[in-house]
């Protein structure tokens, strides 16, 4: 069975980007780990210090692998097809933050099923915001339940996880985030706190529900530090195309 392209395009730019001795070691793993799968956890483990952990500038676009994130996934799908996920669950329960990210992002590769979802969910539990962006890439955006992607959206904002991260996750954008959004935005206007402008651009490709929430009227408040956070979000508003005083959106 031929290999995906993903994957062989991933092996690419990983021998594009590791000198002669790195590469070496990738590919001796790769035969060692074909032989004898309980040999992935160390391997996995020293790919950091034989490969470097410099970007491997998947996407620029986009916050994507570094080499040691790429080297790991492709030790992972060296392994034999009924043992990737449980040697995945292995890593990151025993692995580090890198050793964590990496088994995340590697789950796009290593199934089309579900059988990852549970990694995506515990990561997504977490407060750790470079894991957290990590677990939802493409098999998230696939797997995830539309109620789990929500509130994992939601934990992104709280987190201020760049949005231009997890690209495809916002692809699946619907009413029921936004309004999400929204009831974090108010809150955060009420507590004269700032609102993190990618928020604010979110909910307003959904002008409908933007013009209901009427996110400006704590502008009059007589607490000058709510006053000043709905300011803020009416700027952001305006940039986004919605000026306090324009007409609302139908």
């Known amino acids: ?34 032989e004898d799968p309980a040999a992935c956890p160390v391997r996995y483990a020293g790919a950091a210090r034989r490969c470097g952990r410099g970007p491997l500038d998947l996407n620029p676009t986009r916050i994507g692998w570094r080499i040691d994130e790429a080297v790991r996934a492709l030790l992972l799908y060296a392994v034999t097809p009924p043992l990737r996920i449980a040697l995945a669950e292995d890593v990151y329960h025993h692995g580090d933050r890198g050793e964590r990210r990496a088994a995340l992002k590697a789950l796009d590769l290593l199934t089309e099923g579900p059988e990852g979802l549970w990694l995506v969910e515990d990561a997504v539990r977490s407060n750790d915001a470079t894991v957290i962006q990590a677990a939802l890439g493409p098999y998230a955006a696939r797997h995830l339940r539309p109620a789990a992607l929500r509130q994992a959206v939601l934990k992104c904002a709280f987190l201020s996880v760049p949005f231009a991260s997890i690209p495809e996750v916002l692809d699946r954008t619907d009413d029921e985030l936004v309004d999400l959004l929204i009831d974090f935005v108010r809150e955060r206007i009420l507590a004269g706190r700032d609102v ?17 929430a009427d996110l400006t009227a704590e502008m009059g408040s007589d607490l000058p530090f709510r006053a000043r956070a709905a300011r803020c979000v009416a700027e952001r508003l305006a940039l986004a195309g919605f000026p306090a005083d324009a007409p609302r959106p139908k």
């Open 1 to 34: 069975m031929a290999e995906p392209k993903a994957v062989t395009h991933l092996r690419e730019l990983v021998e594009a980007k590791l000198p002669a001795p790195a590469w070496d070691w990738f590919v001796q793993s790769l035969e060692r780990i074909a």
């Open 196 to 212: 993190d402008g990618q928020i604010i651009d979110v909910i307003a490709t959904r002008p409908g529900r933007l013009a209901e």
